[in-house]
Nanobody, 125 residues
């Protein structure tokens, strides 16, 4: 059974940093494309970043490129998101997601088979 569990969210001032973690379990996600998405109140879920199993090519939303860094540890089936220079508009629930088939494009939520429960990130101005 696949399970994704996020952690690391919280309240931070603008300009600060947070590191999100996602712990995954289950054979289906051991070689999966993994990504981060976020959803703010009243808005649709949006792509943040993704990293394939081999981790050589990462992708980012324009709004976070240069500030956020996605990484993974395949041996632990763990995913991370280092978020620097946070802005109030980064406030959202952040979700970890996995696509066992490593499909493209990586930014489409519908291609991800498994999702975590989300962790709240709040950036105060």
């Amino acid at each position: 059974q696949v399970q994704l569990v996020e952690s690391g969210g919280g309240l931070v001032q603008a300009g600060g940093s947070l590191r999100l973690s996602c712990s995954a379990s289950g054979l289906a996600v051991s070689v999966a494309l993994m990504g981060w998405f976020r959803q703010a109140p009243g808005k649709e879920r949006e792509f943040v970043a993704a990293i394939p199993y081999f981790g050589s090519i990462t992708s980012y939303a324009d709004s976070v490129r240069g500030r956020f860094t996605i990484s993974r540890e395949n041996a632990k089936i763990a995913l991370y998101l280092q978020m620097n220079s946070l802005k109030p508009e980064d406030t959202a629930v952040y979700y970890c997601a996995a696509d066992p088939w490593n499909r493209i494009p990586h930014c489409v939520p519908g291609l991800y088979e498994y999702w975590g429960q989300g962790t709240q990130v709040t950036v105060s101005s």
